[in-house]
């Protein structure tokens, strides 16, 4: 390890530090640290995609356009697996770091769980690439490309090719997070998405390689992004360690990370799933549903990637007060949370909704896209907001390591949205395919509240253990 690297004795209160205000820090202060970094970054990433559709736009090939379309229900596969050693390995970090201010010896374990996440997120990348790869041409018919089939393949056989690295680049920025250096993570996010543009402007606009050169771009930027990561996480963190010599397939290791990941795969499959039926449905009635859903969900995209900010971006701190067995933290993290995800909320949804017709117009000039999109955009708004608490709720199951309600929350929206978006359209015409995404978000909300209070005493149990607790049970998955 480098001679930089931060010794295991430092105290975590040091004022300033990433661990302080993990363990330490006024809550406003931890919050506006763990929070506005991953807000900037996601912020950021939905612009680079507006100006990446912009280059092959700039094409005039509405295949390429078409391909990137088909292609995302992939990309968001990918990312998730990176997200399952990521959010499960981070989460499981965090914890034994407040766990380690009772007992340091507890610390050694995290070189395991890191060393698993990042090479079990390569070598499952590494799977999913060479099975994609190898099946090509039935995955680019899946996806539904016909016209569109040569771009499409094109642009899904490189982003295939790239599937370790991908997936390694979501897991070591969930890594760096663990630690608390939120700023480090979205600087790595950022740089990438510097270098994703860079790479576009020679790849696309000068060699013409379509949508094979988008995703070669998109594949070496994230490329930059681990190298990045990887190198902070060597000169910086006392902990964690990216050598595959501490891999190990320990239940105690491997139970916990996917208990708590495995929801993030379920998550994205069933948001793909959402996506097409509801887009198919939209579609029987014209070419102005569809088109008025394309700019209400960009104007709601603002305040929920602010609101996702903060549930993603609390999780460290919740995870880490629960492994300390800080109590009155957790619930201070908790409060002020919701606080901040209900300020949001409603001051970007009010000052929406009273100006929604002229927010729209500037759209569209079209009156009868006009007319859905404000009833559109009001149920959007309607589903941030429960979106948003139903998020911190889920955070929190994900950092005290309650895998099955975790899996509950991140999968029972797709499941209840299908049902509930048919029986919609059947009943209600399109109102009802307009609403079904509000209505499904308030039930799990509804079952999300349900399930913590009934796990609430066992939560508090978990943090009076805290201090006691030896590292194998620490790793062990808590009882659902």
Known sequence: MSATTLDSSVNADAVGTDRWYLSAAPMARA?????????????????????????????????????????????????????????????????LLGAAEHEPAKASEIRHVSSFALWGSVLAGAVFGGVGLLLLHP???????????????????????????????????????A????????????????????LDVPFILVLHWGVAGAALATGLANLVAVAYFALWLQRHSAHVSLAPRWFTLR???????????????????????????????????????LAAMGVAVRLAQVPEFLVMGVTIGVLPLLAY???????????????????????IALLFSTTVFLFREQVFAAFSADRSVLAIGVTILVAQLVAMVVNG???????????????????????????????IVLL??????????VWALTVSEVIVFVVGVGMWLALRHAIDRGLAEGTPQRADELLAPAAS
């Open 31 to 95: 919050l506006v640290h763990l929070c506005v970094p991953m807000a900037a970054a996601m912020i950021v990433g939905a612009v680079y995609n507006v100006i990446n559709a912009g280059f092959i736009g700039s094409l005039h090939d509405t295949a390429l356009l078409a391909a990137i379309t088909f292609g995302t229900p992939l990309l968001a596969v990918v990312l998730a697996i990176g997200g399952v050693f990521g959010v499960g390995g981070g989460a499981l970090i965090s914890r």
């Open 139 to 177: 995955l680019v018919a899946l996806l539904g490309a016909d016209a569109a089939a040569t771009a499409t393949r094109d642009y899904v056989a490189v982003m295939l090719a790239f599937v370790p690295v991908l997936a390694a680049a979501i897991c070591l920025e969930q890594l760096v997070r």
């Open 179 to 198: 630690e608390g250096a939120a700023r480090q993570a979205m600087t790595g996010l950022i740089a990438a998405t510097v270098a994703n543009l860079v």
């Open 251 to 289: 239940p105690a290791v491997v139970g916990p990370v996917f208990g708590v990941g495995v929801g993030e795969l379920l998550q994205a499959a069933f948001m793909i799933v959402t996506t097409l039926v509801l887009n198919n449905l939209a579609a029987g009635y014209g070419n102005d549903p």
């Open 321 to 343: 007060s629960y492994g300390k067995g800080d109590r009155s933290r957790l619930r201070s993290a908790l409060r002020a949370s919701a606080v901040t995800v209900g300020t």
């Open 389 to 419: 608490f139903r998020g911190l709720i889920t955070s929190l199951f994900q950092a005290t390591g309650r895998a099955v309600p975790a899996i509950v929350m991140s999968t029972a929206q797709g499941v209840l949205f299908i049902p």
């Open 424 to 433: 919609g359209n059947l009943w209600f015409g399109l109102a009802g395919i």
